[in-house]
């Protein structure tokens, strides 16, 4: 590996076991053997080195969550509120795995305010998110529903994001995929009565 490759390597170990805020340049040029004339140079601040790690790592934890989800799926007909449950439930274990990385991620959405760079960077990785989940509802649905998959993509980004704070805060009380998915059918069907 070069001296960039490392970088992104000791970001990514810093971003882990330190977090976004509280991650020094010193930190980085120890965690990645290199010295801080490389971080100028390739990213041209630490803050840029940073930015690409969490995106990065986002990236990584969003295809993560989609091959559980579809691991867990298996080959039979999709059943909506399985599939619900399951991404749910994918979401919870890819948390754990996650733990550090997920804590960086919550820091950097709060620094995403005040560094347009890093609000960029989060939208487009936001964005590709979308198209993936997107891409993934659709062929899920056999190509029907391809006109609501957008809003579906959301609507389960928007799911994990707050599963992801309760469950950051208190795993033990962050609800499973399945009592997520009856919370979800009770309410569509009280909104049909």
Not at 20 to 32: E, F, I
Not at 66 to 88: H, K, N, S
């Amino acid at each position: 590996m070069g001296h960039r490759e490392d970088l992104l390597a000791g970001a990514r170990r810093c971003l882990q076991e330190r977090g976004y805020a509280r991650t020094t340049a010193r930190d980085l040029v120890a965690a990645s053997d290199t010295n801080l004339a490389s971080i100028g140079y390739h990213f041209g601040s630490k803050e840029s080195l940073l930015n690409e790690a969490i995106t990065e790592s986002f990236q990584e934890w969003a295809l993560r969550v989609r091959d559980l989800a579809i691991g867990v799926q298996g080959t039979a007909p999709p059943d909506p509120a399985a599939v619900l449950a399951a991404t749910w439930d994918a979401m919870l274990v890819s948390f754990a795995e996650y733990r550090g990385l997920a804590l960086a991620f919550v820091e950097a959405l709060a620094q995403a305010e005040r560094q347009p760079e890093l609000r960029a960077m989060l939208a487009r990785a936001y964005a590709d998110s979308r198209r993936q989940v997107a891409a993934m509802v659709t062929d899920l649905l056999g190509g029907a529903g391809a006109e609501v998959a957008p809003a579906l993509a959301s609507f389960q980004i928007a799911m994990c994001d707050g599963l992801l704070v309760q469950w950051l805060l208190d795993p033990e009380a962050a609800p499973s995929g399945p009592e997520m998915a009856t919370a979800l059918a009770a309410v569509l069907g009280a909104g049909r009565g």
